[in-house]
């Protein structure tokens, strides 16, 4: 069965996540290790990462996942937007190494001017610096995220990662994080038995299901292949709660971390969990 949890909020120290997961009984969460809406951020101090560690040894939460800064294109066909996002994903890399962290997920880019194999092909010569800079920090995972496919987006389909694996050679640091708001708002079904079976083949066969690291669980406020990135809480939007408890419920996603990114108002963290651990049955 999937881990439960939610995107937490960092304010006042990152070792205040932690206190926020467990009241909300989080299995899993995610964070921003950053200020996501700025280039330079002071590294991670010793004393920070001890504190880090110590407070996860103590918390309930078993797995902790980071999302990089909006700000990073790795597709980008600006010179010199490119090299900022590259460092920016490098520093980011170092930091989740510092604080025992191993998954990092990405928005794979906008491709802008530029068409959309160029975008693809960036991608992957950014891919190939990043991962080349931080062998030291092997243990971390890049997950890129589907996306619903507005503008110039890389990720709004299933080939895309495809055409990104196989250019790569399916390193193993690469991996993804499947976004249900977003594949639904691209155009993928998945509001029933069969459909859920037929978008899962589709993800096995693009991606390995074995290379999913991570869902972000949403429900979509704009219809099927809108393209339009609105997220909704569970059963408020077009996609409806089924699905939801067929991901939480599926074996083939044991101990993945499944993280809401559905709206803090209404019903909020507590009730979209509540939601998934009614569902789930623990």
Same mark, same amino acid.
């Given at each position: 069965m999937?881990?439960? +949890?939610?995107?937490?909020?960092?304010?006042g120290g990152?070792?205040?996540?932690f206190?926020?997961?467990?009241?909300?009984?989080? =299995?899993a969460?995610q964070?921003?290790?950053?200020n996501q809406r700025q280039?330079?951020?002071?590294?991670v101090?010793?004393?920070e990462?001890?504190a880090?560690y110590?407070?996860?040894k103590?918390? +309930?939460v078993k797995d902790?996942?980071t999302?990089?800064?909006?700000l990073?294109?790795?597709?980008?066909d600006? +010179?010199?937007?490119?090299?900022?996002?590259?460092?920016?994903?490098?520093?980011?890399?170092?930091?989740?190494g510092q604080?025992g962290?191993?998954?990092?997920?990405?928005?794979?880019?906008?491709?802008n001017?530029?068409?959309?194999?160029?975008?693809?092909?960036?991608?992957?010569?950014?891919?190939r610096?990043?991962?080349d800079?931080?062998?030291?920090?092997?243990d971390?995972?890049?997950l890129?995220?589907?996306?619903?496919?507005q503008g110039?987006?890389?990720g709004?389909c299933?080939?895309h990662f495809t055409?990104?694996?196989? =250019?790569?050679d399916?390193?193993e640091?690469?991996?993804?994080?499947?976004?249900?708001c977003?594949?639904y708002?691209?155009g993928y079904d998945l509001?029933?038995a069969?459909a859920y079976?037929?978008?899962?083949s589709?993800l096995?066969?693009?991606?390995?299901i074995?290379?999913?690291f991570?869902w972000?669980?949403?429900?979509c406020?704009?219809v099927r292949?809108?393209?339009?990135?609105?997220h909704?809480?569970?059963?408020?939007?077009?996609i409806?709660?089924?699905?939801?408890s067929?991901i939480?419920?599926?074996?083939?996603?044991?101990?993945?971390?499944a993280?809401?990114e559905?709206?803090?108002d209404?019903i909020?963290d507590?009730?979209?969990?509540?939601?998934?651990?009614?569902?789930?049955?623990?």
């Amino acid at each position: 069965m999937a881990l439960i +949890g939610t995107h937490i909020s960092v304010a006042g120290g990152l070792v205040k996540a932690f206190d926020r997961a467990d009241a909300l009984g989080c =299995e899993a969460m995610q964070i921003f290790t950053r200020n996501q809406r700025q280039w330079q951020n002071k590294p991670v101090s010793l004393e920070e990462a001890r504190a880090f560690y110590d407070a996860w040894k103590l918390s +309930g939460v078993k797995d902790v996942t980071t999302h990089a800064s909006y700000l990073i294109n790795i597709a980008s066909d600006n +010179g010199e937007m490119l090299n900022k996002s590259r460092i920016a994903l490098i520093d980011e890399i170092e930091r989740c190494g510092q604080l025992g962290i191993d998954k990092i997920v990405l928005h794979p880019g906008f491709a802008n001017n530029a068409d959309e194999e160029t975008a693809l092909m960036t991608i992957c010569d950014s891919l190939r610096f990043v991962f080349d800079m931080t062998q030291y920090f092997k243990d971390v995972n890049i997950l890129l995220e589907t996306m619903a496919g507005q503008g110039s987006a890389i990720g709004g389909c299933l080939e895309h990662f495809t055409r990104i694996g196989d =250019e790569l050679d399916w390193p193993e640091r690469l991996a993804f994080c499947v976004d249900t708001c977003h594949v639904y708002a691209a155009g993928y079904d998945l509001r029933s038995a069969d459909a859920y079976e037929r978008f899962v083949s589709a993800l096995d066969r693009h991606i390995g299901i074995g290379n999913i690291f991570c869902w972000h669980i949403n429900d979509c406020k704009s219809v099927r292949g809108s393209h339009l990135d609105r997220h909704e809480h569970i059963g408020e939007g077009e996609i409806g709660q089924a699905p939801f408890s067929m991901i939480v419920n599926d074996e083939r996603f044991e101990n993945v971390p499944a993280i809401l990114e559905t709206p803090k108002d209404g019903i909020g963290d507590v009730g979209n969990l509540a939601f998934l651990r009614k569902v789930r049955g623990r």
